[in-house]
């Protein structure tokens, strides 16, 4: 029996319409590569959260008053808090780093095999990707050092914002130089997140790289430079698709239950309980978005082959040699 795939070169329709069958053909296992790591790191969250929603709703229902000479930034319990965003920084940065690689790796992996027509198990998928952990690693150091160079700038940029504005000193602001620091502060944060998008698409196959073609972090990131080359407009109108998508997705997934939480008057009462829910609603909006995300940045990876280097027919012209007696 002849096992090769039909690929060939895809509409965004036809991508979608792929991605979709696979996701309905490959549900549970796509979902539970996500869910073996996520619901873990959910919890974790959850419970470093709810200590910490006390001191802000403590702050928010009894405000200390205001002297002349002062500002929030003096009063608001910084140092209460400060251990709770240490927590999260660092959860962060497990997630992106660890978590994030290891789930790409699994779900590219299983992803491939599914749309080549081959066995997939979230197992096998988690040993293969796990073997390519080190190289998705340290490609993703990349953008993050990019994201915190650019949050750097922003950060400096919001202190220089806030010091014209006269908030850390209390002072009365000058009228122009505020306009201006908020105009600046504005045109800053728009040029940030077109650079970041411009890097994040063109970079956005280094893991299909790494693990479907063994290539190393380096070789991973400019073979993802390269693929996206000229298609760029078409990549991105394609990321900003399944963006928008996953964005009405999440709201799908989240909106009932904190609707519900409205209503029950649990966003006032307990604002804490509110939270964890809100961070737990979170994480099960990702666990379902990110594996249909995966799977169209991958079709995208093997159309864009298919497209510049004939993948179809390197496949198939592989299937003949192997019947071949």
């Known amino acids: 029996m002849n096992t090769t795939p039909r690929l060939r070169p895809m509409s965004i329709g036809d991508m979608l319409d792929t991605a979709f069958r696979l996701y309905r053909q490959h549900f ?26 006390q001191v802000v709703q403590r702050f928010a229902t009894r405000p200390p008053v205001v002297r ?18 240490a927590l999260l920084l660092g959860l962060g ?23 080549l027509g081959k066995p997939v198990s979230i197992l096998s998928a ?9 190289s998705l690693l340290v490609a993703s150091l990349a953008p993050f050092a990019i994201s915190l160079v650019m949050f750097a700038v922003l950060a400096g940029c919001g202190f220089a914002a806030l010091s014209t504005l006269g908030v850390r000193s209390g002072e009365q602001p000058n009228v122009g130089l505020a306009i201006g620091a908020v105009v600046g502060l504005i045109g800053v944060v728009f040029l940030m997140l077109l650079a970041m998008l411009f890097f994040y698409i063109r970079l956005l196959l280094s893991t299909q ?9 380096l070789a991973g990131i400019s073979r993802s430079w390269r693929l996206v080359g000229q298609s760029f407009w078409r990549s991105l109108g394609i990321v900003l698709l ?50 249909l995300q995966f799977i169209i940045f991958t079709l995208l990876y093997y159309d864009l082959r298919i497209r510049k280097e004939g993948y179809d027919l390197e496949l198939i012209a592989e299937a003949q040699q192997a019947a071949a007696p």
Not at 28 to 53: D, E, H, N, R, S
Not at 102 to 114: D, E, P, Q, T
């Open 28 to 53: 549970l296992t796509f979902i539970g590569i996500v869910a073996l790591l996520q619901v873990p790191m959910a919890i974790l969250q959850f419970l470093i959260l709810l200590p910490y929603t």
């Open 68 to 85: 002349p000479g002062q500002s929030l930034l003096d009063i608001f319990p910084f140092g209460e808090l400060l251990p709770y965003y």
């Open 93 to 115: 940065v497990i997630q992106y780093l660890v978590v994030y690689n290891l789930m790409s790796g699994a779900l590219a992996n299983a992803i491939s095999r599914g749309y």
């Open 126 to 134: 988690y040993s293969f990707g796990f073997g390519r952990f080190l």
């Open 209 to 217: 790289a790494i693990v479907l073609e063994g290539r190393g972090p």
């Open 242 to 291: 399944v963006f928008a998508f996953a964005y009405v997705v999440s709201l799908i997934v989240q909106l009932p239950v904190l609707a519900i939480l409205g209503f029950s008057g649990i966003i006032f009462s307990n604002p804490a309980l509110y939270q964890g829910i809100n961070v737990l609603m979170t994480y099960l909006a990702l666990i379902v978005i990110l594996p």
